[in-house]
């Protein structure tokens, strides 16, 4: 079983100092306390997984956004050991966040990767991940990824280790993977 | 056998229930008691590899369903005020079969 978090180990605090070099201690520090026209957190009042969440997301959109023009202005600037890198420079594009249905569902809906009785299990580093078979799907609205997208539902393997307290769990798409295994379902 | 007929005090609960906000995240519940992943997976009737997300950090986190947060909130409210349930509500409220 994992163990509980250790606050003080010595990977805790090279996780700390790696949000602090990378200068999202700072980002999670700007979005807790930001406020102008559109947004004023004191009103909001984000909760820290919010905060954590909205930064993963601007720093997953800045990667997607990023262009040769950008990446040449600063390095040029880091180069000739400018300190006060233009923030302008970055030119964001929000995501569409409607949790709405969107109303060309379902053409617009990717085609589902996996089908009813396909053998499936969770992807995990672990070596005790649930697998099991695909019994239903719907599709919902992906928190992570401010989009819609498949879920399915699983009927987990008789030799799956969660099937001593439950027979289902539901899982997003990217979340699983066939297995080849032969299973007892 | 007829079923109840709701008086102002059923529709007041109702109302009181459906609009409760009642809930406890996954990492509430777990600073606050010495559990493991496993046990908070058979609170909220979920998988390990579920309840690990709820965990994990970046782009490997998801979070958990409201029914997740009620779970947890009530597995909360039944280990901090276990005691003070009267004996006959508890068994009603754990063995519903029995008490019939």
Known sequence: ?185 | MNPHQLKQREQDLIQLYSYCQLGMTPKQFYSKWQVNYEEIAQICSRSLSTVRRWFARGKNYRRPMPTDLRHLALMNFLLEHFEDIPEELLHKLCFPDKSE
């Open chain 1, 1 to 185: 079983m994992l163990k509980p978090v250790g606050y003080k180990t010595d990977e805790h605090r090279a996780y700390q100092q790696a949000l602090d070099d990378f200068g999202i201690t700072e980002l999670l520090a700007k979005l807790n306390t930001y406020s102008d026209a559109d947004f004023d957190s004191a009103w909001i009042q984000p909760q820290q997984q919010e905060l954590e969440t909205l930064a993963a997301i601007l720093i997953s959109q800045l990667t997607h956004s990023i262009n040769g023009k950008l990446i040449a202005n600063y390095l040029n600037l880091i180069r000739h050991s400018h300190q006060d890198i233009a923030p302008g420079l970055i030119n964001l594009k929000y995501p569409d966040a409607s949790v709405s249905l969107p109303v060309n569902f379902p053409d617009i809906a990717k085609t589902p990767r996996f089908l009813y009785g396909d053998r499936l299990r969770w992807l995990s580093t672990e070596s005790d991940t649930d697998w099991g078979i695909v019994i239903g799907r719907f599709y919902s609205y992906a928190p992570h990824h401010c989009c819609w997208a498949w879920c399915y539902l699983i009927w987990l393997s008789q030799d799956s280790p969660s099937t001593a307290w439950t027979s289902t769990d539901i899982a997003w798409e990217e979340d699983l993977e066939p297995t080849s295994e032969e299973t007892n379902l």
